[in-house]
């Protein structure tokens, strides 16, 4: 089955501080994609990166970077020198094999509330 | 380019009535998908909607129910409301079935 695991339920940091928020997932798909979504207080869903399986290339967008690990089936996220805005919470999701076989679900792990103290 | 809307935004019903969510898709995508987030249970997959058809649902009650209009548009209907079903709706549209999710800011459904 089909499980995410973000095991940091809360992180606080000051700000300018790195932070990496960790993400774990099991699947027995060989094609699937990866995601991380932003929450904040708002509650709208924003969407950060996509990762397909088949690309372990890190990718780096100013100041967020993704590291992306399919021997520990790990896609981890780290936020560079942490900003106020940057306080929400963060969910790690991933979708069905891609193909014809997908559902069009996307599975969440629980999610990491990262609050940046000025 | 708009993104996602939602309607109402919060929406308030007693035991036993029904509720029904509406959601505007981005311009183009084809494919509508409902999650449900209540506290404490996470973001789970509701209905996946793609070219008017339902093409995939989640572990939910019959009760849960929707549809997707020509216009890609959908509404989801939840039948005799418990008040368990107090939760965040959250609705995503994409191009195809695969692929990023694009969500919209929620209905916030409060059953009393």
């Known amino acids: 089955a089909q499980k995410v695991t973000q095991a940091q339920t809360e992180i606080s940091v000051v700000e300018k501080e790195d932070v990496t928020l960790d993400c774990v997932y099991e699947?027995?798909?060989?094609?699937?994609?990866l995601f991380w979504y932003k929450q904040p207080p708002s509650g709208e869903l924003v969407f950060l990166i996509r990762?397909?399986?088949?690309?372990?290339q890190n990718e780096i967008s100013g100041r967020y970077s993704w590291n992306f690990q399919k021997s520990t089936s790990s896609f981890n996220f780290t936020i560079t020198a942490s900003q106020v805005v940057d306080s929400a919470v963060y969910f790690c999701?991933?979708?069905?094999?891609?193909?014809?076989?997908?559902?069009?679900?996307?599975?969440f792990g629980q999610g990491t509330t990262l609050q940046v103290k000025p | 380019e708009a993104g996602v809307t939602q309607s109402p935004t919060h929406l308030i019903k007693t035991r036993g009535q029904q509720a029904t969510l509406r959601c505007s898709p981005i311009?183009?995508?084809?494919?509508v998908y409902w999650y449900q987030q209540a506290l404490g249970l996470g973001l789970q997959f509701l209905l996946w909607?793609?070219?008017?058809?339902?093409?995939n649902r989640g572990n939910f009650p019959p009760r849960f129910s929707g549809r997707q209009f020509p216009n890609y548009s959908s509404e989801l209907n939840v039948n005799a409301l418990e008040l368990e079903d107090s939760a965040l709706y959250l609705c995503?549209?994409?191009?195809?079935?695969?692929?990023?999710?694009?969500f919209g800011p929620g209905t916030r459904l409060t059953v009393l």
């Open positions: 999701a991933l979708s069905d094999p891609i193909g014809s076989s997908n559902t069009g679900k996307l599975i």
């Open positions: 699947t027995r798909d060989t094609t699937y994609y």
């Open positions: 990762r397909n399986s088949f690309d372990e």
């Open positions: 995503a549209s994409s191009p195809g079935g695969a692929g990023e999710q694009f």
């Open positions: 909607y793609d070219e008017g058809e339902e093409r």
């Open positions: 311009s183009g995508h084809t494919s």
